[in-house]
């Protein structure tokens, strides 16, 4: 067990890879946005009028379209990172587009195929990232990982950020073309007071400890679990996401079931750990330990009701003090834990974590030279220090530099949902998962057994539905796309 500061923020963020935004398009905030202007061309300037850390001219005004999906993390974060950058280049300024739905706004700029008209910078979610690659729509950021840090004391991207964020960042075919600035992890999120008042387990060593404390929970007439039904992957990847990692690395599978997994190679859904994930997810179903009605629950109404003390666990994200800080009871006191599957204390406790924030934004490959050339260097500059500690304090971001712990003062600056990560981690044997797949498939038939496991996620989950047939199904329909794309 890590306990050191630094050491343990590093190990919190070894894995975080590849792009999930936290509950990315599920707030329904209204929409901001601003006219799109057309962005000036580079021109050649003497020695004197360009900055001397990237070359760019000092004279020259750019303006970038820039897109965000307004999420769980809200916007203060991007502000500032803006008002930080355009102080330091004057010359630069942003057309701003802020939605919790700009996935949509940018498939329907995609299906218009007017690449004039498309944001500068846009998240990566909500879009088939694959796609745009194949049809280079989108720029490589491989250059951005050679690239000195002003604040890193001339150490490169690549080597400022935490242990294995390069290695195991995510790509593709070879490339990349997002670059991980932030960190979010997920698990159940309870009150630690409210815990302690009860005399319930916080820290559940195994599966059967962790049904023994539902059982003690649902014994004083409070719902154990809580989870946003209209989005199920809340609770089927939030809360149990990696936990058919966790039974492999237990029953000696693992090789196989990542190469399986990464590479979508069959069986997928039917495979042992991913069937018995499900077993033990609709086992809780059935002796009522979720909420009543949960199906017409969203994820703010799930975390309020456990808020309120209605309910006392909620598979969220660290994001959730953020998302929720004007309903946080006074008194309250985040606690965090992942669901325990071994049988032993001892064996490693599985979280899902990857990264988030603007470590998801693209760039349009078809933006003029110049912007894209600005758009890089924006990107880049969220890597700073100042950056990450105020994301770290007012979004609840984890950082990504790699010596963000070198310093308590910015560990005492991070919200405390984040840190009761750090702290379950210094209790128990830990690894995190990005989930992600280094193998990507776009076909009909995939998004076909996407939506059969959302339609059918909250049935299987109280165990009123049979997962098994449906698990079966996804796996022919993965079987139709992987023969479909290999002839």
């Given at each position: 067990m890590i306990r050191n500061g630094k050491w343990l923020l590093a190990f919190a963020l070894i894995l975080m890879m590849a792009v999930v935004a936290g509950c990315g398009g599920k707030d329904n905030k209204p929409e901001e946005t601003g006219a799109a202007e057309s962005t000036p061309k580079a021109t050649?300037?003497?020695?004197?009028?360009?900055?001397?850390?990237?070359?760019?001219?000092?004279?020259?005004?750019?303006?970038?379209?820039?897109?965000?999906?307004?999420?769980?993390?809200?916007?203060?974060?991007?502000?500032?990172?803006?008002?930080?950058?355009?102080?330091?280049?004057?010359?630069?300024?942003?057309?701003?587009?802020?939605?919790?739905?700009?996935?949509?706004?940018?498939?329907?700029?995609?299906?218009?195929?007017?690449?004039?008209?498309?944001?500068?910078?846009?998240?990566?979610?909500?879009?088939?990232?694959?796609?745009?690659?194949?049809?280079?729509?989108?720029?490589?950021?491989?250059?951005?990982?050679?690239?000195?840090?002003?604040?890193?004391?001339?150490?490169?991207?690549?080597?400022?950020?935490?242990?294995?964020?390069?290695?195991?960042?995510?790509?593709?075919?070879?490339?990349?073309?997002h670059v991980p600035i932030g960190g979010g992890s997920t698990g159940m999120f309870f009150d630690a007071v409210f815990f302690e008042q009860n005399g319930w387990n916080a820290n559940p060593q195994t599966w059967d400890e962790f049904v023994q404390l539902l059982a003690d929970i649902k014994a004083k007439n409070i719902t154990p679990i809580i989870y946003a039904g209209v989005y199920p992957d809340y609770l089927y990847n939030f809360g149990f996401g990696p936990?058919?990692?966790?039974?492999?690395?237990?029953?000696?599978?693992?090789?196989?079931?990542?190469?399986?997994?990464?590479?979508?190679?069959l069986p997928t859904y039917t495979a042992p750990e991913y069937l018995e994930t499900w077993k033990r997810i609709a086992e809780l179903g059935k002796k009522g330990y979720?909420?009543?009605?949960?199906?017409?629950?969203?994820?703010?109404?799930?975390?309020?009701?456990?808020?309120?003390?209605?309910?006392?666990?909620?598979?969220?994200?660290?994001?959730?003090?953020?998302?929720m800080k004007e309903a946080v009871p006074e008194g309250f006191k985040w606690g965090f834990m992942t669901i325990p599957f071994g049988d032993k204390p001892d064996q490693t406790k599985w979280i899902w974590s990857d990264s988030s924030g603007a470590g998801g934004m693209v760039i349009w490959a078809s933006t003029p030279d110049l912007t894209k050339k600005w758009a890089k260097e924006f990107l880049l500059s969220f890597v700073n220090l100042d950056v990450q500690t105020f994301n770290a304090e007012n979004a609840g971001i984890f950082p990504i530099r790699g010596d963000f712990g070198d310093d308590p003062q910015r560990i005492a600056k991070m919200q405390d949902a984040p840190r009761a990560i750090l702290e379950y981690m210094g209790k128990n044997k830990t690894r995190f998962e990005s989930m992600r797949k280094d193998v990507t498939i776009d076909h009909p038939a995939i998004a076909q057994a996407n939506q059969l496991l959302a339609e059918s996620a909250n049935e299987m989950a109280l165990g009123k539905k049979d997962y098994l047939p449906v698990f079966e199904k996804m796996d022919e329909l993965l079987k139709q796309a992987i023969e479909a794309t290999t002839k």
């Open positions: 050649t300037d003497s020695a004197g009028d360009v900055y001397p850390e990237n070359g760019l001219s000092k004279t020259e005004k750019v303006k970038i379209k820039l897109a965000i999906d307004e999420n769980g993390y809200g916007r203060a974060w991007i502000d500032n990172a803006i008002s930080i950058f355009t102080e330091k280049y004057p010359n630069v300024s942003f057309d701003i587009t802020s939605s919790p739905k700009v996935g949509d706004m940018v498939n329907t700029k995609l299906a218009a195929n007017k690449d004039s008209d498309m944001f500068d910078i846009f998240p990566g979610t909500g879009v088939s990232r694959s796609k745009l690659v194949d049809a280079g729509k989108i720029e490589s950021l491989d250059d951005l990982w050679e690239r000195e840090i002003p604040d890193a004391g001339g150490k490169k991207l690549k080597d400022v950020l935490v242990g294995g964020a390069f290695e195991n960042h995510a790509r593709y075919k070879g490339k990349s073309y936990k058919p990692f966790e039974i492999a690395e237990i029953n000696g599978t693992l090789d196989t079931y990542i190469d399986n997994y990464r590479n979508m190679k979720y909420a009543d009605g949960v199906a017409a629950i969203n994820h703010t109404q799930s975390q309020m009701q456990m808020l309120q003390h209605k309910a006392a666990l909620v598979p969220t994200g660290d994001w959730v003090q953020n998302e």
